[in-house]
């Protein structure tokens, strides 16, 4: 057996309607529900991001969910006005654009925090790789 790509993640939020907002206005992403039990999913591209509600988890789940111990490189199209866009929708940037070190390479990349104070880097990798391959 060989991993050969990832399909989704879970993060554990303290408010799904707030994590849906910010991940839907801030960066593009849009929420969907699905199955039985009316869960909630950010998609974006062929990927996504399930949101399990801290102390309400879906079962299996991680040993310790804790709304905010994520760390997540998200790549993005551009980053042209990123920080603009950040400003206008009232997210501050922790880190401005620095360069970093991706799976496939170097990065540029903008920190932010979503609601739960989840670490999110935006990046695009500086050879122009936009997904995947």
């Known amino acids: 057996m060989h991993v050969t790509g990832l399909d989704h993640l879970v993060l554990t939020v303290a408010s799904i309607p707030a994590a849906v907002t910010f991940y839907e206005r801030v960066l593009g992403m849009r929420a969907v529900v ?45 980053l042209d006005g990123v920080e603009d866009h950040l400003v206008a929708c009232g997210v501050a940037v922790l880190v401005a654009r620095s360069t970093r070190t991706g799976a496939r390479g170097e990065l540029t990349s903008v920190y932010i925090r979503d609601p739960d104070q989840n ?15």
């Open 119 to 133: 670490l999110i880097e935006l990046s695009v990798y500086q050879d122009g790789t936009q997904a995947a391959s």
């Open 34 to 78: 699905f199955g039985p039990d009316k869960r909630t999913a950010l998609s974006f591209g062929p990927h996504k991001i399930n949101l399990h509600p801290a102390g309400r988890e879906f079962e299996p789940k991680a040993e310790r969910p804790t709304p905010g111990s994520a760390d997540l490189c998200l790549l993005v199209d551009s």
